[in-house]
């Protein structure tokens, strides 16, 4: 077993890792943030504020449920799903949201800014900011606001200001570039929301502290119903925060195998995937190092995956460093593997699950049946399926 050094470090490195790729208006912000919220996060309002709304408001602790089911139809392990699709709005995001919400409110600024690909964490931001009364501004590619239109909906319902982005390719990054101009020039009442463990210092150890609630309910409730630690933890990676959330109670318990899944797309081969720790390479993406998908000229390469949360070219700089120290294996199944799984989960369990939470079930299906039944499996489900059921429907050519 490697022995794990105390990280990140004071300016966010997790070994070669992280850091703050960052403009030079914008050090400013990311310093104070990172000094705000090391003196905040201890604090006595703040953390009684916060673990009130996670349970009144958010539904905490979520419960792990024994899928006896998927477990006898596979043969092998034993199944926990985490259920993070029962969380209000129907996914692990809200964790962060929250926290980030309630730290601009002790920031004593009322205005949040966030960026949304799929519109997920859009969502989840613009229900945080209308239960704490802040002003939301979300920035959304154009090509991004036509493909999500029900998320835009339910961003404006929730009273977010929804500003479509129509520079470079209209999409998510387009988005992220704009965020960040809006917060250099309104730091003084803003606060920028990032929704992954992504991003420069100190972004990935706030986000990944937020939803370290995940892996610490995890493992209590695993004591408690197994009288055990799990011997394998698996969660799907986009940018890492579900999964890095889930493992962070497991990362010193060196009998527990940690496994990232990531999005193979249409197949590795095929450079069709969002998989950057499987086969990225190290870079620099979105202001922190970390394995991303880049060219031989080191332009930023599109990614594809089946499922939008897990459709991003980076992954956050923990993933890579406990990649690198071999702490955690990451590994990718396919769009179709993804879509068989959902199929099996709706059919054995009664649970339709993310898309994105799909892939996560499909390296159990592949792992769990190799395992004697003495072993345990405790996998992240991270989200609800109900935002994919357009999505599976096409793929699966049912017109609705
Ligand atoms: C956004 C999303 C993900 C991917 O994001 P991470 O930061 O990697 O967790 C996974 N599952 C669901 C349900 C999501 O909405």
């Given at each position: 077993m490697v022995k794990i050094r105390k990280y990140p470090d004071k300016t966010g490195h997790f070994g070669k890792f992280g850091g703050q790729f960052a403009p030079e208006t914008l050090m400013h912000a990311l310093e104070e943030l990172n000094s705000f919220y090391l003196n905040t996060k201890n604090d006595k309002n703040f953390k009684n504020s916060l673990s009130m709304l996670l349970k009144t408001?958010?539904?905490?602790p979520t419960p792990i449920f024994f899928a006896s089911n998927l477990t006898k139809k596979l043969g092998g392990a034993k199944i926990y799903f985490?259920?993070?699709?029962?969380s209000h709005t129907g996914a692990h995001k809200i964790n962060n949201a929250l926290g980030q919400g309630l730290l601009t409110k002790q920031m004593g600024k009322n205005r949040i800014i966030a960026e949304t690909g799929a519109g997920q964490h859009g969502v989840a931001t613009a229900t945080v900011a209308s239960i704490l009364k802040q002003d939301c501004v979300i920035y959304m590619g154009e090509e991004d606001i036509k493909r999500q239109a029900l998320n835009v909906f339910r961003m404006k319902l929730l009273g977010a200001k929804v500003v479509p982005v129509s520079t470079g390719s209209k999409t998510l990054k387009d988005a992220i570039n704009e965020a960040m101009r809006d917060w250099v020039a309104n730091v003084e009442t803003s606060h920028y929301l990032?929704?992954?463990?992504?991003?420069?210092?100190?972004y990935p150890r706030i986000v990944k502290d937020f939803q370290s609630i995940i892996g610490d309910e995890s493992l209590t409730q695993m004591l408690k119903t197994e009288g055990n630690l799990p011997d394998y933890v698996i969660a799907c990676v986009g940018g890492g925060s579900n999964a890095i959330g889930l493992f962070n109670a497991f990362i010193?318990?060196?009998s527990v195998n940690l496994i990232g899944v990531e999005a193979g797309g249409h197949g590795i081969k095929t450079g069709e995937h969002s998989a950057s720790l499987s086969s990225g390479e190290i870079g620099v993406l979105h202001g922190s190092m970390s394995y991303i998908l880049q060219d031989t000229n080191g332009q930023i390469t599109e990614a594809h995956s089946i499922s939008a949360g897990l459709d991003y070219p980076g992954v956050g700089p923990e993933h890579s460093y406990l990649k690198d120290i071999k702490r955690a294996k990451y590994t990718s199944v396919t769009d179709s593997e993804a879509l068989n799984a959902f199929e099996i989960l709706c059919n054995t369990e009664g649970i339709i699950p993310a898309l994105e939470s799909s892939h996560a079930i499909a390296e159990v299906i592949k792992i769990a049946p190799k395992l004697s039944k003495t072993k345990t499996i405790l996998v992240g489900?991270?989200?609800?399926?109900d935002k994919d059921i357009e999505t599976v429907a096409k793929q699966l050519n049912v017109n609705l």
């Open positions: 408001y958010v539904g905490r985490k259920r993070e699709d029962l990032i929704g992954s463990a992504v991003g420069p210092h100190p010193n318990k060196p489900l991270s989200g609800r399926g």
